[in-house]
């Protein structure tokens, strides 16, 4: 007979819902569940938890843009809500991935040489959304042609027409 691998979970909360636990090692399924049923529900946890968190990341990230001396943002409300912790996301990624590690692409300096120096000059709201998937080996390009204006951004594309 195969072990229990789904649970039905009534969490304090007052919130019922069944969890596949297969992920777990089989000893550990039941005494996990047991655990899950002390917490809220995920739902209720981030409805308590959403406003916290959200006004401490944009706290961060204001920080880290004066720490880096990235400018104020300009667009809409709703913009100016969320692009500047896409924006300190994308930029924390790239130096993450790119002056880290034993294959380091780039030493602090060259990064802020060849990517913070553009990324000031950005003030856009909406370029920052648009832009916060981007790949980190991508963003130098990115931030490097970012204020191109329209006839050069069409004759710098690989598109010719």
């Known amino acids: 007979m195969a072990v229990q691998s789904s649970f039905e979970i009534d969490f304090a909360c007052g919130h019922s819902e069944t969890r596949d636990l297969s992920d777990r090692p089989a000893g ?55 692009a500047p912790l896409f924006r300190d996301s994308v930029i ?5 991935e790119l002056c880290r590690g034993d294959d380091a692409e780039m030493t602090d300096s060259e990064f802020e040489e060849r990517i913070l120096v553009h990324a000031r000059q950005i003030t856009r709201a909406g370029w920052w959304m648009d832009n916060s998937d981007s790949e980190p080996e ?23 027409f």
Not at 46 to 67: G, I, Q
Not at 92 to 96: G, I, L
Not at 142 to 158: F, P, Q, S, W, Y
């Open 92 to 96: 924390k990624k790239a130096h993450e």
């Open 28 to 82: 550990k399924r039941k005494s996990f569940a047991n655990w899950l049923g002390q917490q809220q529900c995920t739902q209720c946890w981030k409805a308590e938890n959403k406003d916290d968190r959200l006004e401490e990341r944009r706290e961060a990230a204001e920080a880290d843009a004066k720490k880096l001396g990235l400018p104020t943002l300009e667009g809409s409300e709703k913009q100016l809500e969320w």
């Open 138 to 160: 991508d963003l130098e390009e990115l931030v490097g042609t970012a204020l191109d204006d329209d006839e050069g951004a069409r004759n710098g594309t690989e598109n010719p």
